[in-house]
């Protein structure tokens, strides 16, 4: 027998105009603790005049979070359905559209509705396929909507990742402008605005020096842009490239993945997530991958394990516990590329590979340890603290090429057999509170940070046999003498730093949002060098303290809720500058300023949402060389970086996703000892940009195909600072199409990705001549999927 709530669903218009989120965007005091989340409806219902419709037919037996504060309908929705996999979408003025997620547990079959707007679903829920992502934590440490915050921030969500096969930094940061991958040795590097981030990636907002991420245990991938030190401590001022990891969740969920393609790839994923306790107070989460490939590149090679448990204890509804580990080991092939020749790369069959020595393979081992905590003294004001440890070993075995003679065929090769240990600590106290004086709404966060880094590393390095790139013959190497010789290079470098912040988000008439803060460093950094050992290392180490107060203002104006103005001002201080210059002093940090302006759009009842930014950056104390004495370094380089960033993602209909980037570029060296006065910094394109899209097929007789394409293209790029060497400009094609059929409870997904389907020729450059890797060529890669 159908329900009233049906009947009342029934009698709501066939076909909602776009104007449908008026009184869903307006603000109400709301007031609703934790309880079932049909009730906890109800309550919404009575606060803000919004109506719920087909609650008790999709919300029995789950429970909401708590609600307290200013919210718009909409905001206090999307915290009400936390957790709970269910979704929401404005049918009209005031009546909002309760919806199970599509995950093929026996659903009833429902009259078609035609609603025109995007429905807003959990992020955590696995069976999301939005492209468009409302709220981020990253550029304020506080839950805020994009369109409130005056900087750039873009998301590429979960649904992205999947529809791309993404398992590497690399898949996801190609979808968001101004953002490009550099080759470094196999670490995870990119260069935000044109600059180097340095082989720093981020964490849930946690920096990970050296530690390459896996994805079987990433949520979503953020990047801000600009300069981000005022809360997370010395950073390059480009911006930050942020992990969110998954959370434990109270529904239970399970799903096995396999991969296999092309150069014998398999990827295998398996994950796990739910209740341990009746009350589901007490959570977990297991993902875990495997990988096993060879590659496009003679002798190279990799195999990787990656194993992520976590828990998530909550003793009330207002605290909350959080546990996880990432354990990682890798056994990879270094791989350094083909020399430039001339001006040019790619005179070389891509294949070609000049360390030649099959069998040689560098080991990493890396722990993540995160904890941390939360609690809500009251609907205001909430403490939360966090402690993070990373350990990483690397074990190196590495012949590889280091310059090309004069003649431009023979290749001087190097040795390098050693390790490093790496060890990071990293601990954060914030206090965020809500409070209005005179009318003006206060979002405040105080908090305080601690870091501290460790390294030392030895190897043997020494030169070997020299190599003819167009003919190599490859000589027997004894390569357990030059894994015992001399330790020529040992190295030790600390760095810490406290930090104290403050930030306040004001808004004036629920339309403009102001921003200001600023962050006082103590940080001290050093390094000590060796050819003979690490004690000798030791003995030879200095450090340098340097303070610094850094300042962030950004104002915001919202005339419209589609459409945001927005202008910030940042100062930052690096995260560059090890070593010491002639006079045996430690280098001055690198610093930053920059300057924005831009708008952010919600169009079409928040289907596609869009940022468009200009900004102005530029870096100071870059080392260059001493002009005294050229065998040393000063910090005295400036180099500059302005241009204009596009992003955009949504839906264009029930049916079209995208996301979709451009920027435009220009980069100069403003001060530079080396004769580069004046050039383009290397590694960056001028304009380059990206558009995927992804049509899933309502039809009856093809509901549940999926088909995708993307072009990826970038400008010529310099390969070093003197501009002596370019690679061309280039585009990518990818291409994928899926099926998603349900057997019982369980949803099946077959997908096929196929990328670069017109074997396009590039390189990620390294920034010298000798070291140019071609990128993937034609590759294919299938997928069969299980969710449970």
């Known amino acids: 027998m159908m329900s009233p709530l049906r009947h009342l669903l029934l009698a709501a218009p066939l076909v909602i105009c776009s104007n449908a989120g008026l009184a869903a965007d307006k603000s109400f005091a709301i007031h609703i603790p934790a309880q079932p989340l049909p009730a906890a409806l109800e309550s919404l219902a009575q606060q803000t005049g919004i109506k719920p419709f087909l609650v008790n037919d999709v919300a029995q037996g789950k429970n909401s979070q708590a609600v307290n504060g200013q919210y718009s309908a909409r905001e ?26 599509d995950n093929g547990s026996n659903a009833s079959t429902l009259p078609v509705v035609k609603v025109m707007g995007e429905a807003v679903q959990d992020v955590n829920d696995p069976y999301n396929k939005s492209y468009t992502v409302t709220n981020s934590s990253i550029a304020t440490k506080t839950d805020t909507p994009i369109m409130e915050t005056p900087l750039s921030i873009q998301v590429v969500p979960r649904a992205v990742l999947k529809d791309q096969q993404a398992f590497r930094i690399q898949d996801a940061v190609k979808n968001v402008s101004g953002v490009q991958q550099r080759d470094n040795d196999g670490y995870d590097n990119f260069l935000v605005r044109g600059f180097d981030l340095g082989r720093l990636t981020f964490r849930n907002g946690i920096r990970i020096p050296l530690v390459n991420l896996d994805f079987a245990n990433i949520q979503q991938v953020e990047v801000l842009k600009g300069p981000a030190s005022i809360l997370f401590g010395r950073i390059e001022p480009g911006g930050m490239i942020n992990a969110v990891t998954k ?4 529904e239970a969920y399970y799903s096995l993945e396999q991969r296999f393609g092309s150069y014998d790839f398999y990827r295998t994923e398996a994950s796990a997530t739910g209740a341990l306790t009746d009350d589901k107070s007490l959570l977990y989460r297991f993902d875990l991958s495997y990988l096993d490939k060879n590659s496009y590149r003679d002798f190279v090679l990799n195999d990787r394990i990656f194993i992520a448990p976590s828990l998530t204890w909550r003793p009330s509804d207002s605290t909350e516990f959080n546990l996880s580990l990432d354990y990682f080991d890798e056994d990879r092939a270094f791989d350094t590329g083909q020399p430039a020749i001339g001006k040019n790369i790619g005179q070389l069959p891509i294949n070609r590979q000049f360390a030649g020595q099959p069998g040689l393979v560098d080991n990493f081992e890396s722990h993540v340890i995160d904890f941390n905590w939360s609690h809500k003294f009251n609907d205001q004001w909430q403490i939360r603290n966090g402690v993070v440890a990373t350990f990483l070993n690397e074990d190196w075995n590495e012949i590889y090429s280091w310059v090309l003679n004069n003649d431009n065929r023979t290749v001087d090769r190097f040795s390098w057999f050693g390790g ?16 209005d004086t005179f009318g003006i709404k206060h979002n405040i966060l105080i908090g305080g940070d601690y870091y501290s880094l460790e390294q030392a590393g030895t190897a043997t390095d020494q030169f070997v046999d020299s190599i003819d790139v167009f003919n190599p013959v490859f000589p027997n190497l004894d390569v357990n003498a030059l894994r015992n010789g001399p330790k020529g290079f040992n190295s030790v470098e600390e760095s810490s730093w406290y930090g ?22 103590i940080t001290t950094s050093g390094s000590g060098f060796s050819g003979t050992s690490l004690a000798d290392a030791q003995v ?26 927005y202008g910030n001002y940042v100062e930052s201080i690096g995260a560059g500058n090890g070593g010491v210059s002639r006079t045996g002093t430690p280098f001055e940090p690198e610093t930053a300023e920059q300057y924005e302006v831009g ?19 530029t870096k100071d104390n870059i080392l260059t060389p001493d002009p005294i004495n050229p065998n040393f370094r000063i910090a005295t380089g400036r180099a500059r970086s302005q241009g204009i960033e596009v992003d955009i993602s949504g839906k264009i209909t029930d049916e079209l996703s995208l996301i979709g980037t451009y920027a435009w570029t220009d980069t100069k060296i403003l001060q530079d000892n080396n004769g580069n006065q004046g050039n383009r910094l290397p590694l960056v394109a001028l304009n380059s940009g990206s558009l995927w899209l992804k049509y899933d097929f309502q039809q009856a007789f093809l509901k549940g195909f999926s088909f995708g394409a993307g072009v990826f293209a970038a400008d010529k ?11 061309g400009a280039y585009a990518r094609v990818d291409m994928m199409a899926a099926y998603k059929f349900n057997i019982g409870p369980t949803r099946l997904t077959t997908q096929v990705n196929v990328n670069n389907v017109t074997d396009t020729e590039y390189f990620l450059l390294q920034g010298n001549r000798a070291q140019n890797l071609p990128a993937e060529p034609l590759t294919v890669i299938g997928s069969i999927r299980l969710e449970y």
């Open 76 to 101: 206090a929705l999307t915290k009400l359905l936390a957790g709970t996999g269910l979704s929401y979408a404005f049918s009209s003025d005031d009546a909002v559209i309760i919806k199970a997620p």
């Open 247 to 250: 959370r434990p969740q109270e």
């Open 420 to 435: 490093r240990n790496t060890n990071s600590q990293s601990v954060y106290l914030d206090l965020n509170g809500k409070f």
């Open 500 to 521: 104290i912040y403050f930030q306040d988000q004001i808004t004036l008439w629920d339309k403009l949002h102001i921003l200001g803060g600023g962050r006082w460093d």
């Open 540 to 565: 030879n180490f200095s450090d340098i303290e340097k303070n610094k107060f850094s300042p962030r203002v950004g104002i915001l104006y919202q005339p419209w809720h589609w459409l945001s103005v």
């Open 599 to 617: 708008f952010k759009t919600e169009l079409f009842d928040s289907r596609i949402t869009s940022t468009v930014a200009f900004f102005h950056l």
């Open 717 to 727: 790029r310099f390969g070093d600072s003197a501009n002596s060497f370019s690679d």
